[in-house]
């Protein structure tokens, strides 16, 4: 069998995006990912389907695998042929013991390569807004383990040459050591008053930094209960971050926010929780997919061929519109057939896929869900015509409903169904059990329903009680009342049923709560 290879890669200290370029690659590519705490979990999303994952985190008292086994480990998976990622937080090389792993794959005659990492040393204490050289404090670092023991770190460290050796001293999993490490430290020439930092959980969302100086920063590590892991800084850089903590000034700093909408209509929602300093955990439990069976097809056909009979095209989300037109391709139908109707959205983002399109909106309601977009339309509306309404298979009845009140004749399709995602996070129950979810948003009724099937599927006796500790974001009120029907108190909604009103209610929420603490 053909030996497998092995790729040592670098996490960083703990915010996803921090991966390198190199080592995201590597995760892509792999058979199977042997991770550790301290490596992020959303990198794993990043894994090719059938990939296999093996956790080996360490615990200050306990470890999940000795550090030889790990090794062999690699070994065993590389001969197999597996291609692996061994994923490390932070720098595999500093602290890392990477030279062990790689020293009995290189016995082995398995190929493997060392990808960097961003070193939680310098990039911790810059999320805190410490950098760890400053022309006018420091212009030189030393990076030192506080991990070991009092007599360990005697024989490991020569305290009189590097008390003063350099401008700024980092300490690597030290917490437990801080107050032998600031004794040694004034011992052998530091000032009591010398300012240290512990950064506790860096870039992550549980970021906590507690300051002081060497004579008491052991007393405050008491007093706060402050635990590891944490990065030490020591130095007068510190004095900086007053002035330099720039992640905390961001509105959902500290706060974790699950996604519940499928993946592909995540990204935005996302990605504005990231910029604002949030920590979004993605757990899609619905997905959309063109309608299974011939019989569905030919009713979509059927209908779309009528395209000069339409009066009206009501498109009632962005989704109507991508598979509309995705019908259209597969058909060969033009169009510029359907010249005769007028178009009417709800809401912005459905305009905004329509003009994608190049077609202009006659009709965009202020007021985003069915009801709005029939008071807009009112006076327009004749009857006798004909209205297509290409939507979801769990669309509401309102509006073709009330079409036929009105006299008019509703063509319905669906053009796609949505059905619940096969959503398997591991971390997810987990999260939840310890209250580490801030806010869930549910952008659809269908997201609720199929959030709480798919924690019973995982498990979860009492999915709606397990939810509560959350607070629950709707993005309008018929989500709302479906949450009311499940048993489910949404604590806030959205004005507008749009991603950026969901967001910024969030945001108003959370100000709110710190403001009374």
Not at 130 to 154: C, M, N, Q, W, Y
Not at 381 to 400: D, T
Not at 438 to 457: D, M, Q
Request: with cysteine; net charge negative.
């Amino acid at each position: 069998m053909t030996k497998g290879k092995v790729y040592l890669v670098g996490a960083g200290p703990g915010d996803p995006k921090l991966i390198t370029v190199k080592g995201l690659e590597c995760i892509k590519r792999s058979d199977v990912i042997v991770y550790d705490r301290l490596a992020s979990p959303r990198l794993l999303k990043f894994m090719k389907p059938g990939a296999g994952k093996v956790y080996v985190g360490k615990l200050p008292d306990r470890h999940t695998m000795k550090q030889e086994d790990i090794n062999q480990l690699l070994v065993d998976l590389a001969l197999e042929g597996k291609v692996v990622t061994r994923l490390k937080g932070g720098d595999p090389t500093i602290f890392g013991r990477v030279g062990e792993e790689a020293e009995l794959l290189q016995e082995h005659g398995i190929e493997y390569e060392i990808i960097p990492g961003i070193t939680s040393a310098i990039a911790v204490p810059a999320y805190a807004g410490i950098p760890v050289t400053h022309r006018d404090f420091a212009s030189s670092l030393s990076i030192i383990t506080g991990h070991e023991s009092p007599e360990k770190l005697d024989r490991s460290i020569h305290w009189d040459k590097v008390t003063n050796a350099t401008g700024t001293l980092i300490f690597l999993m030290g917490v437990a050591k801080i107050g032998y490490i600031s004794e040694q430290l004034i011992k052998h020439g530091k000032s009591p008053d010398t300012p240290v930092a512990l950064v506790r959980w860096g870039t992550r969302v549980e970021q906590d930094t507690l300051t002081g100086t060497l004579s008491n920063i052991e007393q405050r590590v008491i007093e706060t209960d402050f635990q590891p892991p944490a990065v030490i800084v020591v130095g007068d850089v510190v004095r900086q971050r007053d002035k330099l903590k720039w992640v905390e000034q961001k509105p959902l700093f500290g706060t974790r926010v699950m996604v519940t909408r499928a993946r592909a209509q995540a990204s935005e929602l996302v990605e504005r929780i990231e910029e604002l300093g949030g920590e979004p955990v993605e757990f899609p439990v619905i997905e959309t997919r063109e309608p299974a069976g011939e019989e569905p097809v030919s009713a979509i056909r059927a209908a779309l061929e009528q395209a000069e009979e339409y009066d009206w095209i009501f498109f009632t989300s962005v989704n109507g519109v991508e598979y509309f037109f995705r019908w259209l391709q597969r058909f060969g139908l033009d169009i510029r057939r359907f010249g005769r109707a007028r178009i009417a959205a709800v809401g912005p983002k459905t305009a905004e896929a329509l003009r994608g399109y190049g077609l202009n909106i006659d009709a965009l309601p202020e007021k985003f869900q069915a009801e709005g977009l029939l008071d807009s339309v009112d006076e327009a509306l004749k009857p006798g015509q004909k209205v297509l309404l290409p939507r979801g298979n769990l669309a509401r009845e309102i509006l073709p409903a009330e079409l036929r009140r009105r006299g008019l004749e509703p063509v319905e399709i669906d053009v796609y169904a949505t059905v619940m995602a096969d959503s398997d996070d591991d971390d997810i129950l987990e999260y939840l059990k310890n209250n580490d979810i801030h806010y869930i948003t549910f952008t659809s009724s269908s997201t609720i329903t199929n959030l709480l099937a798919r924690l019973s599927a995982l498990g979860a006796e009492d999915p709606a009680g397990l939810i509560a500790g959350a607070n629950l974001v709707s993005i309008g009120p018929v989500t709302s009342q479906t949450a009311a029907q499940a048993g489910l108190q949404i604590d806030i909604e959205a004005a507008e049923a749009t991603i950026e009103d969901l967001v910024q209610t969030i945001i108003s929420h959370r100000q709110k709560e710190r403001g009374t603490r």
